[in-house]
């Protein structure tokens, strides 16, 4: 596996621990799917449905598209989620490629060393439960920026403008692991207080989500797209033949 490798699944999964926010509110009522019912819950509490809002969109399977612009650099990433499975296809560029299957029990990332088989293979089980990789794999887990949402507003049509605090989203991680990758990636902000744009279609569904970070660097813009909800997803390991197990080093990264 090239070196850069791990590094950039690292990256990776940072920002979909920093994009995503938690299924539930505590101090909301359940979600329901039903359309009017989703519309009156939004109404009523505009803060606890923009949390509760990716959790809606992962009652099915659905796709999301990231994009991470930091000056002259972009990142996209574009998956392909199955909540049910937990089963997952992600492509990313850093601008370096990288691919991913995930399955039940393993995690099969494409590499393009020629002298190596296509695939690496990492077994689930064997990575460090407070680790990126496997904190990162649990998309509807994460408590994100959405977990630090502290006022939202409607601009009509589904669109939603508010303000996240970061150490409130850190605060609503249900892991250490989680809660330390999250202080990590929000280390570098000048202001805790993070404003976002957000839309939600008729069902509660977060279909956008966009923020952006002000560092001593410059700024640093996030986009979150959510959509196919319901629709059918491929998801297939790599052949065997195509495979070979990950390394001890990498066991050790992540």
Partial sequence: ?????????????????????????????????????????????????????????????????????????????????????????????????????????????????PDRKPWVKLDRKRLRPDGPLAQGLDVRSQAGILGGVESAQSAGDGRYTGVADAEKAVAAASTEGERKTLRNAFKVLKNKSVPFQATLDPEGRLTLLTYTFDTAAGTIENEMKMHGFGEPVRIDPPKASDTEAASAEMYRFF
Avoid: F, H
């Fill in 1 to 113: 596996m090239r070196r850069s490798l791990a590094p950039a699944l690292a990256v990776c999964l940072t920002a979909l621990l920093t994009a995503c926010g938690p299924t539930t509110d505590n101090d909301s009522t359940p979600a329901d799917s039903g359309s009017a019912s989703a519309s009156a819950s939004t109404a009523a509490d505009p803060v606890a449905a923009i949390r509760q809002g990716l959790g809606r969109s992962l009652e099915k399977t659905a796709r999301m598209d990231v994009t991470i612009k930091a000056g002259e650099q972009t990142i996209t990433m574009r998956s392909a989620i199955e909540p049910a499975t937990g089963a997952m296809t992600l492509d990313m560029k850093t601008p370096d490629p990288v691919s991913m299957v995930v399955t039940a029990d393993a995690l099969y990332v494409k590499q393009d060393e």
